[in-house]
């Protein structure tokens, strides 16, 4: 690492520079090694008691040497005689070491302050001279508004009041597909989190400073894997606010780096002859069957002006509003099929948000006179013109993203229905493209495969085709658009093939190499489906969270023993009205009969908060997540609950299904449920209908004040399962779908570990089982802390299951207990991370 010395004629300011220099890197320490920690040293002032200003070549020449390496050391002076002290100091060192001693001209606090971030980021000597003495123009640029040039100022603004320093810091971004999508939203995020203003630049490719709260600005800014890039932050915490982005970069927002990416499990195999169509494989496998077209409704506008903006604006909020609470039903689908899926719709949260976006759309209606329709339609067009212009395909493919959400939000202003693929029988989905929003929705059951005439490597439809199991194929050309329904067509998700009426042999070769990959799969999934033990052989329950009959099979694929949590929401979603109690037996019976003979844990609804349903005409309310939601808003509605029940006790009959009442707060609630549920009882024993007599039945525990009285709840009930996702949001006091706070809902923080600890204590008390239902129980570094907290179950998304499994079985229960122990005595879920992961 390159050494920085500072030479001061003051010992007293040169000691402050150090100090602003530790704290202005002190952020990227946490995660450093002792080798990454900046080599910086300071040769100040003279040993005078009556006059203590001066310089010592001697002593410059000894701070040289303590910091001195291969890489070599920038000297930062202030002025007259510092110069020349510092040029005697390397008349002292060797001829091999005075060529790497560089003196610098860079202004002495600036200077030093880029110097040390970039030498603490890797950087080699011309680089660290370079931004050194560059670190002027941020403040020129705030200061005087004119690139280049600097003007002197006397410390106020025009207003009288103090001028706030610009710190920057400069990073390199590592993560593989650099500031994609789902990386720029964990930017924003972050970003949006402090009042300062905070601006990002591409230094790589020279682009100019962007809104760091603009996620269509950041995304644009083109960053790729390898760039530079600059965050400047300017405000009273901005400090904090650097501090977290750059934490945010060196953990490559989350994502593997390169070098970490794992490789496919399934073997290589060869190109086959003879394809009649190529694109670009984004989800492997072999699918054969007859073409369903799927062409939806896209919303055209045309430019309309209107005579009161007021009401246009009104309109545009409440669409984007019906738009968001839509996405956020999207992404509570993804997730059951895992995180990375799900912060896909966390980006188009943002677009939503935008304030660019917003601003923009705004200024056509009240400036132009334009319909909401009309505003909202020339900014997304003008948006997606921006990523399309953009190098990098990777962004480009963005462009999608942007048009998915646009058209959401032009269906609600134009009344438009649209209708998801449904497919009648199975068969290969063919289109020119497909949205997130669509291929999400998709059932592998009956969607053998996919082949677009659009699309890119980069695509979200190879996303969640992966994380659906569907072979995908898209990127085919206009070829694509001349298929006709019912075609006989097979392609090959891993090359890029696509055969249209393939011949006999061809069908041969095809299928031989999907019976191959059948292997494959299966000796994974065998291995999976082995019981989660730990090496001295304390057996965890390893189960799955899922949404529906096809969730439930890719749950047993898995490898989960049984189902934690059926978010039975999917059943009173995207309709006009409420489920049957026939509807709703039919769909638990079919899960129920996929999973035997495991057992089947049903949350009974749980709306309110992100999760409305506009048919049930809830009131607006201020602040819903802490309103009428969960087990509230259904013990006000009984006859709707009762109906649920019924249900659920019909499909118990000759199923282990259990049930559990959700945002449970005390006792009284519980007791009230079960007047219901005992209620349903008599009804179907009046009606000679068979049931479960003696069907458990659990709570969810995801406040505190549930936590509080546990030890009442656990005599009431016969297990307890904890939501570690709602519990972190009240236990931090921290709206997760806000994105200036959601940060600070995190399931790892000690707070949220020490409610865990308290909720095992009390069921083990009361003789009861306890599980995790949440986010935390995906995650194998949450494994070990869990397992030692005394947690029986752990219940999930499936892709997550066999790293959890692999993560017990590497554990013993008497190491589990020593890190869950150490864990609830730590300050920070960054601390917790860092002693899980270096364990």
Not at 155 to 173: A, C, K, N
Not at 195 to 222: F, M, Y
Not at 560 to 565: D, I, K, R, S, Y
């Amino acid at each position: 690492m390159v050494g920085i010395v500072i030479v001061s004629h003051s010992a007293k300011l040169a000691a402050g520079i150090q100090e602003l220099v530790t704290q202005m890197v002190q952020g990227s320490q946490h995660h450093a090694s002792s080798s990454d920690t900046p080599h910086f040293a300071i040769a100040a002032g003279i040993d005078d008691p009556e006059n203590p200003l001066g310089t010592d070549a001697m002593q410059i020449y000894q701070a040289i040497e303590s910091v001195y390496s291969d890489e070599g050391v920038v000297v930062l002076m202030d002025l007259g005689s510092a110069v020349l002290s510092a040029e005697m100091a390397c008349e002292f060192l060797p001829q091999e070491k005075q060529d790497k001693v560089r003196l610098c001209e860079a202004p002495l606090v600036e200077g030093a302050i880029a110097a040390v971030v970039q030498a603490a980021n890797g950087g080699n000597i011309e680089q660290v001279i370079s931004e050194a003495r560059g670190a002027l123009a941020a403040k020129a640029a705030q200061l005087s508004g004119v690139s280049g040039q600097l003007s002197v100022v006397s410390g106020q603004g025009s207003d009288g009041e103090s001028e706030q320093p610009t710190e920057e810091i400069h990073l390199t971004v590592r993560n593989q597909m650099g500031l994609h999508a789902r990386p720029a939203a964990k930017f924003v995020a972050t970003a949006s989190r402090f009042q300062s203003d905070i601006t990002l630049r591409n230094l790589s490719s020279g682009g100019q400073s962007v809104n760091a709260k603009s996620i269509n600005q950041v995304i644009t800014a083109g960053v790729r894997r390898g760039h530079e890039i600059a965050i400047a932050a300017t405000g009273d915490d901005a400090t904090e606010a650097l501090a977290a982005l750059q934490h945010l970069v060196a953990a490559n927002f989350g994502e593997a780096s390169v070098e970490q990416l794992p490789v496919t499990s399934l073997p290589e195999t060869p190109r086959l002859a003879n394809a009649q169509l190529s694109g670009i494989p984004t989800s492997p496998g072999i699918a054969i069957g007859m073409v369903v077209m799927y062409k939806p409704t896209v919303v055209n506008v045309t430019e309309e002006h209107a005579d009161n903006p007021e009401l246009e604006w009104r309109q545009l909020q409440v669409a984007c509003s019906l738009a968001r609470d839509r996405i956020l039903r999207l992404r509570h689908q993804a997730a059951t099929h895992g995180e990375e899926e799900a912060t896909i719709f966390d980006a188009h949260l943002l677009y939503l948000e935008d304030p660019s976006l917003i601003e923009n759309a705004r200024q056509h209606i009240f400036a132009r006179h334009l319909t909401a329709a009309s505003a909202w339609n020339t900014v997304i067009n003008e948006t997606i013109s921006t990523y399309q212009t953009l190098e990098d395909f990777y962004l480009q493919a963005r462009a999608a993203d942007v048009s998915d959400v646009g058209q959401q939000v032009l269906q609600l202003l134009t009344d438009t229905q649209v209708a998801p693929p449904d497919l009648q029988e199975p068969g290969i989905l063919v289109a020119t493209d497909l949205t997130p929003s669509q291929t999400v929705q998709l059932d592998p059951s009956k969607v053998l495969g996919i082949c677009t005439v659009t699309g890119g490597a980069t695509s979200h439809t190879g996303i969640f085709a992966r994380s659906l199991g569907i072979p995908a194929v898209v990127g085919v050309g206009v070829e694509g658009l001349h298929l006709k329904n019912g075609t006989l067509i097979a392609l090959d998700g891993e090359t890029g093939q696509v055969w249209v009426q393939p011949n006999s042999s061809q069908l041969k070769e095809l299928q031989h190499k999907r019976e191959t990959q059948l292997v494959a799969k299966q000796t994974f999934s065998a291995t999976a489906r082995q019981p989660a033990i730990t090496s001295d052989g304390y057996p965890i329950t390893v189960m799955a969270n899922i949404c529906g009959v096809v969730d439930a099979r890719i749950a047993i694929d898995n490898g989960a023993e049984g189902v934690g949590l059926l978010r039975s929401e999917f059943l009173y979603l995207e309709r006009a009205s409420a489920p049957s109690e026939e509807e709703q037996l039919e769909n638990y019976q079919a899960i129920a009969t996929i999973l035997s003979p495991h057992p089947l844990i049903i949350r009974t609804l749980d709306i309110g908060g992100d999760k409305p349903l506009p048919y049930l005409h809830l009131p607006p309310e201020a602040n819903p997540f802490l309103g009428w939601r969960g087990i509230r808003f259904l013990l006000d509605c009984p006859d709707l609950l009762k109906t649920q029940l019924r249900a659920i006790l019909r499909a118990s009959y000759q199923h282990p299904i259990k049930v559990m009442f959700p945002m449970v707060t005390c006792v009284r609630e519980v007791r009230a449920a079960k007047r219901i549920l005992n209620t349903a009882k008599a009804e179907l024993r009046q009606a000679g209908i068979p049931f479960n007599e003696a069907m458990k039945v659990g709570i969810m525990v995801e406040v505190p004040a549930a936590v509080a009285v546990a030890d009442q709840l656990a005599e009431e009930v016969d297990f307890f399962s904890i939501g570690t996702n709602d519990l972190s949001q009240y236990v931090m006091a921290a709206d997760r779908t806000n994105t200036k706070v959601a940060p600070l809902a995190d399931a790892f923080e000690p707070a949220v570990l020490r409610m865990i600890q308290q909720t095992v204590k009390a069921a083990r008390e009361a003789g009861i089982r306890v599980g995790v239902c949440g986010e935390l129980a995906s995650s194998p570094l949450a494994t070990p802390i869990l397992m030692g907290l005394g947690v029986d179950e752990l219940s999930m998304n499936p892709p997550a299951i066999g790293a959890v499994k692999a993560a017990i079985s590497k554990l013993t229960k008497s190491e589990a207990e020593a890190i869950a122990s150490a864990m609830l005595q730590l300050d920070s879920a960054e601390a917790v991370r860092q002693y899980v992961a270096a364990w």
